[in-house]
């Protein structure tokens, strides 16, 4: 399939760079999109194997085409270049609110394509960032919105569940930090994801506001919306423990939000690579 490299410049001035595959696979009629946005998890990026790039396969061969793309949280840590200069970036320093304007940016891209029918895939983090931007800033090429293995920033949940000794001890830490009026500290971070992390950053994706906890962002939008995660998270991960009951709550009242489990799955889906794409696939055949 023919790959070329992409770069867009967001609203505040940041580059970011994806790449993006047009599918000479035979055109497909009656398709709900016409192509896929796929947006990377937490120290990942556009290149990486895993399940977006088997996502992507199996997408052009299917007659979609497919954007991959950096945000801002590319990688653990990274230096992002604007038109300011460049400013820290990578997992470690971003903000995560400020994913709309590295969605935003790829979206129009896509529709400079012309693309006006977008399927919008993001894993892990970027499953959270694309629910985020949807609720708080819908884009009108956007027809449905997958979240692969969404995690739960929820403060409480974290806190009391039996397993989270050292997030309870990394919490303490960031507070600390920030208290003494060093938030830009990094810490090594070992609840729910091992990584490196400022201590305002841990604070912010993991302080009592909740203020990226998906649950609380999905009832918020608008498109057809499918969860997809693995039961090994659910079993294994304090972050995915209580989120398949809670998107059945919001599911009650709301018909456009749809549930997946993938028995045996992890976060990375590991063993079953293929598994999310055909999930995917069936949904929108519906």
């Known amino acids: 399939m023919p790959t070329e490299l992409r770069q867009v410049l967001t609203a505040d001035g940041m580059s970011l760079d994806g790449a993006f595959t047009r599918s000479d696979a035979p055109e497909l009629s009656n398709l709900p999109v016409d192509a896929f946005l796929l947006v990377h998890g937490t120290g990942s990026n556009f290149y990486a194997a895993g399940v977006l790039e088997s996502f992507a396969r199996q997408a052009t061969e299917t007659g979609h085409a497919v954007l991959r793309v950096n945000t801002r949280g590319h990688d653990g840590v990274s230096s992002i270049s604007g038109t300011r200069g460049s400013v820290p970036g990578g997992a470690a320093y971003e903000t995560i609110s400020d994913c709309r304007h590295d969605l935003h940016a790829w979206l129009d891209d896509l529709v400079s394509l012309g693309y006006s029918r977008i399927g919008l895939v993001g894993h892990s983090m970027g499953a959270v960032k694309s629910i985020l931007t949807m609720a708080i800033q819908p884009h009108s090429a956007v027809r449905c919105l997958v979240g692969l293995s969404p995690p739960r920033f929820h403060h409480a949940q974290l806190m009391a569940d ?21 938030p830009e500290e990094l810490m090594a971070v070992q609840q729910p994801l091992p990584m490196l992390l400022t201590a305002a950053g841990f604070l912010a994706k993991y302080g009592p506001h909740d203020d990226y906890d998906v649950i609380s962002h999905l009832p918020q939008v608008s498109l057809p919306t499918l969860i ?10 304090p972050a995915f423990v209580n989120l398949p009951g809670a998107v059945l709550g919001i599911a009650e009242t709301n018909e456009c939000l749809s549930l997946e489990i993938v028995e045996g799955a992890n976060t990375g889906y590991s063993g079953h690579l293929d598994v999310p794409f055909e999930r995917v696939q069936r949904w929108l055949s519906r």
């Open 228 to 237: 997809v995660v693995g039961s090994g998270s659910v079993e294994h991960s």
């Open 162 to 182: 039996s397993r989270s000794e050292a997030f309870r001890a990394d919490y303490a830490y960031a507070v600390q930090r920030v208290d003494e009026g060093r």
